[in-house]
């Protein structure tokens, strides 16, 4: 009942202030959607180059929209000088790819087609090989970067809305009104959970969306999946930011913590590939909650893994929040001492 | 001990090696209207946070109705204000009362009972829809007593309650207190700097940094100090103690 009762309060206010709404809501789709735009600006119109095709098979490319130019001599040379993105040629039995890569995501995209292409030829069995002018195949980051980026957002504003709604309760006094009711503190904090968890799970079932069905976000696993991974993520957000309010006394405190909590999580989650770190800097990632996140939406969205192999990072992430929402707990008592 | 709705046993609180609250006994008799008076920085309102179990006092013993403090029980029992005005801006009057009457688990109709009740004897009744944040400060004094009243608690602790309100209100709202002493027999513990408020107390508790320098009723205070007022008393007082 009392948690009830903070719950509709948080509703409330929280429907009177649009701005933090839309804060919530749109600003990660806007950031999202500036990120693609980035990453994906080639994908429109990829120009593959085609050497000894075959009408069907040239109709199959074009169906899958890639811009075809058939040309039967052609170069490296050539392939650099008119930055088509890639050069196709088909021998006895074998397929021989040649990808300029100077973006990786549109390489992968180029792949990607042509396999879908391909596919049905297979029991042909053509052995494709793939050389590339600029970097190897290992130069798209881009990739595992899209899912990482969903939890990121998921837990930076969830993060930076429930600090500071839960400071401004603080500083204004009602926090301490509100202990001088019989509510416990745990009922307190439950109800800071529910309530702001309300507009987390919105939040995170609009991302996700967005970024699966608008911005194309590869994906291979299952969205329940996603969705219940970034929800665990929100819950770690929403408990941290409320812990971390407690050692903020301004707005502007609380702001501080962004370079120092979120800023480099961000850089050891693997967001960044961390191969040439340190082994012992590398563990350091392992204290990270977006570590397990970025891990776990991955494996998901694209590796396609199932359950049982997220359930392990799933475990971690919650018991992140478990401490979290003990210690916030704890932390209240600061202001009564039952 | 049955007839002190509160007594404080040696009390003694510091905030950072500071001394706030001297050792200090105090009984608070049932069914009293007691002032605290003092200067401000004087532990007034450390002394009421103790009280509510919100500080714990460095050594001694607090009891409130009976009562061991902290006791979450005791909290139902109390009406609180505090000092500043803690309440929800973006939230409605009728929304703020709403609220706090559900964190004292009163039923639905008793809810709307009350909250109409409180709102009509702070004169809210015709603004509950507008939103806090629009408020006057003594509109926001008011609804803060309201809450306090909400669910008829039989002791009240009130900090500075009549701070911004205007004289005509400040009377009723003190015709109410006594009527809720005299016919309720609730015991009510008020901090204030009017001296025209100190001379309705039963008894009056001066407060100097820390220091109980007078504890009596006001007519005794006056004839014992031989002062016209009661800023008089507190002078006279506090020098026998520096």
């Avoid at chain 1, 600029?134 to 990739?143: E, S």
């Avoid at chain 1, 993520?233 to 812990?243: E, H, K, R, T, Y």
């Avoid at chain 2, 029980?73 to 709403?98: F, K």
Wanted: glycine residues 6%; contains cysteine; hydrophobic residues 50%.
């Amino acid at each position: 009942m009392r948690i009830g009762a903070i719950v509709t309060r948080i509703i409330q206010q929280m429907r009177r202030d649009r701005r933090t709404l839309a804060l919530l809501f749109f600003a990660p789709l806007l950031v999202l959607t500036l990120m693609s735009f980035i990453f994906n600006s080639n994908e429109a119109n990829l120009t593959l180059v085609i050497s000894n095709g075959t009408p069907p098979l040239i109709e199959k490319l074009q169906a899958v929209d890639l811009h075809i130019i058939e040309q039967q001599n052609f170069s490296v040379e050539q392939l650099k000088e008119q930055q088509y993105d890639g050069w196709l040629i088909l021998g006895q039995g074998n397929v021989r790819l040649t990808l300029l890569n100077n973006d990786p995501s549109s390489s992968k995209v180029l792949i990607m087609k042509l396999s879908q292409a391909l596919q049905p030829q297979q029991d042909a069995a053509p052995s494709l090989t793939t050389d590339y002018v600029y970097g190897d195949k290992d130069t798209a980051i881009f990739d595992i970067f899209s899912p990482m980026l969903i939890g990121f957002f998921v837990f930076f504003f969830v993060f930076l809305i429930t600090g500071i709604a839960l400071l401004k309760e603080r500083t204004s006094g009602t926090l301490e009104r509100l202990l001088a009711t019989p509510i416990k503190r745990a009922e307190i904090v439950a109800g800071y959970m529910l309530g702001y968890g309300l507009f987390a799970f919105l939040q995170t079932v609009i991302i996700v969306l967005f970024g699966i069905y608008v911005l194309d976000i590869v994906h291979v696993g299952s969205i329940w999946l996603v969705l219940l991974i970034n929800m665990t993520v929100a819950l770690v957000a929403l408990s941290l930011g409320s812990l971390l309010s407690s050692f903020a006394s301004s707005e502007f405190q609380m702001m501080q913590f962004i370079p120092l909590i979120i800023v480099p999580q961000i850089f050891f989650s693997g967001i960044f590939p961390l191969d040439n770190m340190a082994t012992w800097l590398q563990k350091i990632g392992h204290l990270m909650p977006l570590y397990y996140a970025a891990n776990a939406l991955n494996g998901v969205m694209y590796k396609g893994v199932t359950f049982s192999e997220i359930a392990t990072n799933l475990a971690v992430l919650a018991s992140f929040a478990i401490v979290f929402i003990i210690l916030t707990t704890f932390s209240l008592k600061k202001y009564r001492v039952l | 001990m049955k007839h002190y709705a509160i007594s404080l046993d040696n009390v003694e609180k510091s905030f950072h090696h500071k001394q706030v609250i001297a050792p200090l006994s105090l009984n608070i008799p049932t069914g009293q209207l007691v002032g605290l008076l003092g200067p401000s920085g004087c532990g007034k309102t450390t002394l009421i946070k103790m009280i509510m179990g919100m500080l714990k006092p460095d050594n001694g013993q607090i009891q409130a109705l009976n009562l061991a403090v902290p006791h979450q029980q005791l909290l139902s029992s109390i009406g609180y204000m505090a000092q500043s005005d803690a309440l929800y801006l973006d939230l409605t009057g009728e929304e703020n009362l709403n609220f706090f009457a559900k964190l004292y688990n009163l039923s639905k109709r008793e809810r709307t009972q009350r909250v109409v009740y409180a709102a009509q004897l702070v004169r809210l009744k015709d603004d509950l829809h507008i939103k806090v944040a629009n408020y006057s400060g003594g509109m926001k004094r008011r609804l803060s007593l309201a809450i306090a009243l909400l669910h008829n608690p039989p002791l009240l602790i009130l900090d500075e309650p009549t701070v911004g309100i205007d004289p005509v209100l400040k009377k009723e709202i003190w015709q109410e207190l006594m009527r809720l002493k005299n016919e309720d027999q609730k015991t009510i513990l008020v901090t204030t700097h009017a001296m025209d408020e100190a001379q309705k107390c039963d008894q009056l508790i001066m407060l100097r940094n820390g220091y109980i320098i007078a504890n009596d009723t006001p007519q005794a205070l006056k004839t014992q100090y031989d002062a016209q007022d009661f800023d008089e008393v507190f002078l006279k007082a506090g020098g026998e103690v520096l």
